[in-house]
């Protein structure tokens, strides 16, 4: 069964920056594409970022567009989201998972998803 365990939130002044870490085991993890999702209290779970399996590729909500970076080791199992600039309605937790790219948009892909980890807690301060 597949595992995530994300890491590196933390709480931060607005216009600070975090990295956020997610490693994931149980399966061979460099054949698909991963994603980064938030959830904000009473809101549901959204699209943050994603990158393709070989890296080539990278998608973004327009949100975070140009503010963070997300990238991947396929050697250590590990997808990762560079936050700068952050901004107090980045707050949220932040969870991996393996994303699909569909017709509307990025979402979690449901056929190679694991159960969510127990995410990361990224609080701005204004």
């Known amino acids: 069964q597949v595992q995530l365990v994300e890491s590196g939130g933390g709480l931060v002044q607005a216009g600070e920056s975090l990295r956020l870490s997610c490693v994931v085991g149980?399966?061979?993890?460099?054949?698909?594409?991963m994603g980064w999702f938030r959830q904000a209290p009473g809101k549901e779970r959204e699209f943050v970022a994603a990158?393709?399996?070989?890296?080539?590729?990278?998608y973004y909500s327009n949100s975070v567009k140009g503010r963070f970076t997300i990238s991947r080791d396929n050697a250590k199992n590990t997808v990762y989201l560079q936050m700068n600039s952050l901004k107090p309605e980045d707050m949220a937790v932040y969870y991996c998972n393996a994303a699909q790219a569909t017709m509307s948009g990025i979402r979690m892909d449901p056929g190679l998803s694991g159960p969510w980890g127990q995410g990361t807690q990224v609080t701005v301060s204004s």
């Open positions: 990158i393709r399996d070989n890296g080539g590729s990278t």
């Open positions: 149980g399966r061979t993890f460099s054949n698909y594409m």
